[in-house]
C-alpha cells in the first residue's frame, strides 16, 4: 500500500510540475490540508491553489489510478521478460 500511496502521489508532482508550479511546496500544502480536512482536497492547477475538488467536480474514482498502474506494470514487466528471452537466445 505505501508504494501504491507513492506512486499516486507521484502522479500528483508530475501535474504540479506540468503546471509549472513548485512540486515541493504543493504537495506540503495539500498534505496539510487532507491532515486539517480530510480528503477531497487537490490542486487546481489553473489558479494555483489547493481547492475542493468535490466542489470544482474533479471526480475521479481511485480504482482508475489502481488500474492504470497495474497495467503500466504489467506493461512493464512484459517488455523486460521479452528483452530476457532476446538475450537468452543470442548465446
Given at each position: 500500500?505505501?508504494r501504491l ?49 468535490k ?37
Amino acid at each position: 500500500m505505501k508504494r501504491l500511496k507513492a506512486a499516486v502521489e507521484g502522479l500528483v508532482t508530475t501535474l504540479i510540475e506540468n503546471a509549472g508550479l513548485d512540486p515541493l511546496e504543493y504537495i506540503m500544502k495539500l498534505r496539510a490540508k487532507h491532515k486539517e480536512t480530510g480528503g477531497w482536497y487537490g490542486v487546481d492547477v489553473f489558479r494555483g491553489e489547493i481547492a475542493d475538488m468535490k466542489v470544482l467536480g474533479v471526480i475521479e474514482p481511485v480504482s482508475v489510478k489502481i488500474n492504470a498502474i497495474k497495467a503500466g506494470t504489467e506493461a512493464a514487466a512484459l517488455i523486460l521478460r521479452i528483452d530476457d528471452l532476446h538475450r537468452s537466445c543470442q548465446i
